[in-house]
């Protein structure tokens, strides 16, 4: 009896353990989604990261799932959202900005992490080389101080008569240092006056442009900042009730009455960045995936600004402008 009660019982387990394995088989991964800005004004970049995403077989809600953590612009908040994210064992950190990739990277050494940057990641201790990254840290790199000093040409082109000019920068960024040092060396090899201008909450913004009024500068270039992305839209409202002329980085601030913008397309490096997380949920190591550029820039140019600023837009320009919005 106690022969015949075993082989049962093993009998069942065995039977079992197919089951176990093809439910383990089923378990759908979880990607935390870690970012310094608001759901509301990331549709275009979210619908690019699903995009990469199902390149590799991976659709929210099929068969992944996705734990958002937004900051809204409160930086402050990240370093809990990391640790929360690492509670819950996700499978993968989606790490938007540096400012959100270095508390992912402060919470884990083991989940791996795919962040997006404007900077050079191992200047700021994200990996150790671009193209062995090394540890649980890889992602996309878009151009950011690099396109600094051609904004600044592009705003030249376009006001030729303006010789004194602004830069807006958030001095809580990473990349302010390099920018107050970068931009008026820029400035003076175009025979310009440049005027550097901080503000670090959307609380400044309204006491900036006030006092860019006051100091009669002919046009304006806004330092790319995450916190800045978030706020395109109230920076490009500032500059027309202000009738400044001015240029950004992306195309969200063009779109919503800036001047123009000119840098990395807003959009590619979320499809890289879920590429890359797809890999990563299919068994490749982050250690193995070289940082990536987003290298496709978009100049983007509001025709409609322009003629209110009283501007006319240099024939080349006009030509060389991946979008004209009328």
């Known amino acids: ?10 009998g069942g387990a065995a039977a079992g353990w197919p089951l176990a394995a093809r439910a383990q088989q089923r378990a759908v ?14 549709t275009d970049r979210l619908r690019a ?6 390149e590799i077989g991976y659709v929210e809600g099929r068969n992944v799932v996705i734990e958002y953590r937004w900051a809204e612009g409160k930086n402050d908040r990240l370093p809990a959202f990391a640790a929360d994210l690492v509670r819950l064992q996700v499978a993968v950190i989606m790490a938007v900005s540096d400012v959100s990739a270095l508390p992912a990277k402060a919470a884990t050494s083991t989940i791996p992490i795919v962040f997006i940057s404007g900077n050079n990641p191992v200047d700021f201790g994200l990996v150790r080389s671009l193209n062995r990254p090394g540890e649980n840290v890889t992602g996309v790199t878009t151009l950011n101080v690099e396109m600094a000093a051609k904004r600044l040409e592009l705003l030249h082109q376009v006001v030729p008569t303006a010789t004194s000019i602004a830069a807006l920068i958030n001095p809580t960024d ?16 175009l025979g310009l006056r440049l005027h550097i201008l901080n503000a670090g909450t959307a609380d400044e913004f309204d006491a900036v442009f006030a006092r ?20 395109a839209e109230r ?8 009738a400044i002329p001015a240029i950004y980085q992306y195309r969200p601030f063009a779109a919503a009455g800036g001047l123009m913008s000119y840098g990395s ?24 995936l070289p940082v990536q550029q987003a290298v496709k820039v978009e100049f983007i140019l509001n025709l409609k600004t322009a003629k209110s600023l009283g501007l006319t837009i240099p024939l080349p320009l006009l030509g060389r402008a991946d979008e004209v919005i009328e």
């Open 29 to 42: 991964p979880t990607i935390g989604f870690l970012s310094s800005d608001s759901p509301g004004q990331a």
């Open 1 to 10: 009896m106690r022969r015949r009660n075993f082989i049962s019982l093993v």
């Open 265 to 288: 397309s807003f959009t590619e490096p979320y499809r890289l960045a879920g590429t890359y997380i797809g890999r990563i949920l299919k068994g490749e190591r982050p250690a193995e």
């Open 49 to 54: 990261f699903h995009n990469g995403l199902s």
């Open 235 to 242: 920076l490009a409202e500032l500059t027309v009730r202000h």
């Open 174 to 189: 990473p990349t302010a240092p390099v920018l107050s040092r970068e931009l008026p060396t820029a400035a003076n090899t």
């Open 212 to 231: 860019l009024t006051q100091m009669q500068v002919g046009a304006l270039t806004i330092g790319a900042d995450p916190y800045f992305n978030n706020q």
